[in-house]
C-alpha cells in the first residue's frame, strides 16, 4: 500500500481572514489561497507549501453557529482540537500570551510538552513540542 498524508483539515469559523492571520502570527504560516466557496460561503487556506487549514464562513444568510465551550469532545462527528507542532514551545506560547490569548492545561509527558488554547470561535489548538 502507498503512503497516504493528511494534507488539510476545513473548520467553519466566523472570520477566515482573522483566523488566517492569527495562524500565520502564531506558526509563520502563510495564505496559500482565499475566495468564493460552497453554498456563497468564503474561504480562506492557510498553512505552508504543502499542508494547511481550511477556514470557511457560509453565507451571510446561513450564519455560524458557535458551540459551547468544550462541546466537541461531548459530541459525536466533532473534532477535539488540531495538534501543531513546534520547535521551541515557549516561544510558541509567548507569541500566544501576547495576542491576549489566554493558555492552559499545560503538560509533559512521553514524548514531549504541550500547552492548549481557544480562539474566538470556540476552537482548540494543541501546540506540542517533541525537542
Do not use: C
Amino acid at each position: 500500500m502507498s503512503e497516504a498524508l493528511f494534507e488539510h483539515v476545513n473548520m467553519t469559523v466566523t472570520d477566515p481572514d482573522k483566523t488566517a492571520s492569527m495562524l500565520s502570527t502564531l506558526f509563520g504560516w502563510h495564505v496559500r489561497w482565499s475566495g468564493a466557496s460552497k453554498g456563497a460561503g468564503y474561504t480562506v487556506h492557510v498553512g505552508t507549501d504543502t499542508l494547511y487549514v481550511a477556514l470557511y464562513r457560509p453565507s451571510p444568510e446561513t450564519g455560524v453557529e458557535k458551540p459551547e465551550e468544550d462541546g466537541s469532545y461531548s459530541r459525536a462527528g466533532a473534532v477535539n482540537h488540531l495538534g501543531i507542532l513546534v520547535d521551541d514551545l515557549e516561544e510558541a506560547e509567548a507569541r500566544v500570551l501576547e495576542l491576549g490569548i489566554k493558555t492552559h492545561s499545560h503538560q509533559t509527558y512521553d514524548p514531549g510538552s504541550r500547552f492548549y488554547f481557544h480562539d474566538e470561535d470556540g476552537i482548540e489548538y494543541e501546540v506540542v513540542s517533541y525537542a
